[in-house]
């Protein structure tokens, strides 16, 4: 069973998961961000070793979440396959395959370059981005001069946000996080192979570090 953090917010009901994505109650939606599907192949045929388990493990991590938790639609807030097609988009099809009855959206990230054909083939609709009242859904978060053209409050990605705690003398940690500000929400970076960036908060902002299988509030 998973352990989260249940979020009321914009009297909407948000399950923030420890596996890194959001369950809308209410709409029953899995939302998650940057997956980066194809990078460890992608590295592979640079001739860089990176252990191909990866990106089955990115795969076995999201069917444990759907069938737990049984979620109508999956939204991907971009990057869901990070490079050309290669070796790894076989076995991310068949894996569609097995969840077929469940609606897919991907909301194009700038590493989604492969010809969006591919994820229609496959059923998988692709949208720049999504209007679903409360929210706005998309890939990167607002630029200072684009927050007063949306009154949707948006939920992102892109950015692999981590929150930064300091210990006791030098010791230190940067935590993959949830990043609830006041016009937007930065989610973490979903895959294995991505890691994160300590981001800087605003004293307002609820931020929500994970830690192992933990969420916790800060």
Known sequence: MTCGVEFFFKNQ???LLPQKAILWKEQKTLILADVHLGKTAHFRKAGIAIPPQLAAKDLEVLSDLIDEHQPKTLIFL?????????????????????????????IKGNHD?????????????????????????AHHPLKSEEIEKYKAYTLCGHIHPGVHLR???????TLSCF??????????????FTGRVAIQHQETDRIF????????AF
């Open 167 to 173: 210990g006791k003398g030098r010791d230190s940690v």
């Open 113 to 137: 370059i492969i010809h969006e054909e591919n994820f229609l083939n496959i059923d998988i609709s692709v949208e720049e981005e999504m209007l679903l009242e409360p929210f706005r859904l």
């Open 78 to 106: 971009g990057d869901l396959f990070h490079s050309d097609k290669n070796s790894d988009w076989h076995d991310f099809a068949l894996w569609r395959k097995k969840y077929a009855k469940r609606s897919m959206i991907l």
């Open 13 to 15: 009901t948000l399950l």
């Open 179 to 192: 990043s609830f500000g006041s016009f937007q929400a930065i989610l973490p970076s979903f895959g294995k």
């Open 209 to 216: 570090g994970i830690l192992n299988d933990k969420v916790i």
